[in-house]
């Protein structure tokens, strides 16, 4: 009686060591398979990242060539993606006033009307697509001033459904109010402008965008003391 009695007690032991879990992906894991997850995720999320702050705006040549020629290729070809808190703000010098004849708060654009309508539609995309997806997004359509939304989608595979509703359905000051905000507290002189770790330095900002690696390598190893590989 009492050898079965253990046996049983064994028994049990072995399969509560084996019980799965099932995470909130509805994924099922072992323990230890979950526990080692968990290890990995936080060993990922302590990788300190340094707040990078763009603006621009969709129709201005140097803002197209900043982000396709000097940022896009820092950040991926340096690996810099998982190391950056990056932020886009599409409004650049746009200004908005209101408009007493029809009681609205109106916009304009450095670039026109049609700038401020392409920076409303980047936002749209800012807010409807996870960021390295719409930072992709971005890179494509600054190919052109013409910012094909639709050919960029359909060459990246992305659904851009809510955002083309975004913009259809919601007036481009309303859309673009919280970008200008932040954008013209900075009381800009040119565009693009670079905020790197939350300081926005006037009088480097040539520097800043034809030596973009150079200032990140300095600030990143300023702000956390490391090195990072591709800085020399």
Request: charged content about 20%.
């Amino acid at each position: 009686m009492d050898k079965t009695f253990w046996a049983l007690c064994a028994l049990c032991a072995l399969s509560l060591a084996t019980i799965t879990i099932t995470s909130v992906s509805g994924q099922t894991q072992l323990a230890d398979e979950a526990t080692l997850e968990t290890a990995t995720s936080t060993a990922t999320t302590t990788i300190p990242r340094l707040p990078l702050a763009i603006h621009y705006e969709a129709l201005c040549p140097d803002s197209m060539y900043f982000i396709r020629r000097r940022l896009y290729d820092a950040l991926l070809d340096n690996d810099w993606w998982s190391r950056t808190e990056l932020k886009l703000y599409p409004f650049g010098k746009a200004a908005f006033y209101n408009n007493t004849e029809i009681g609205e708060l109106q916009v304009f654009c450095q670039h026109g009307d049609d700038e401020c309508e392409l920076n409303a539609l980047h936002v749209c995309v800012l807010e409807h697509l996870e960021l390295r997806q719409a930072f992709d997004l971005i890179y494509c359509m600054l190919r052109t001033y013409g910012n094909s939304i639709d050919g960029c989608a359909t060459h990246l595979r992305l659904n851009v459904t809510a955002a083309k509703e975004c913009k259809h359905t919601r007036k481009t000051p309303d859309i673009l109010l919280p970008y200008g905000k932040e954008t013209l507290a900075l009381e800009l002189s040119f565009v693009p402008s670079i905020v790197i770790d939350n300081h926005f330095a006037a009088y480097e900002q040539s520097s800043i965008r034809y030596n973009f690696e150079a200032h990140f390598c300095r600030q990143y190893e300023s702000k956390f003391q490391i090195k990072l590989p591709s800085c020399g």
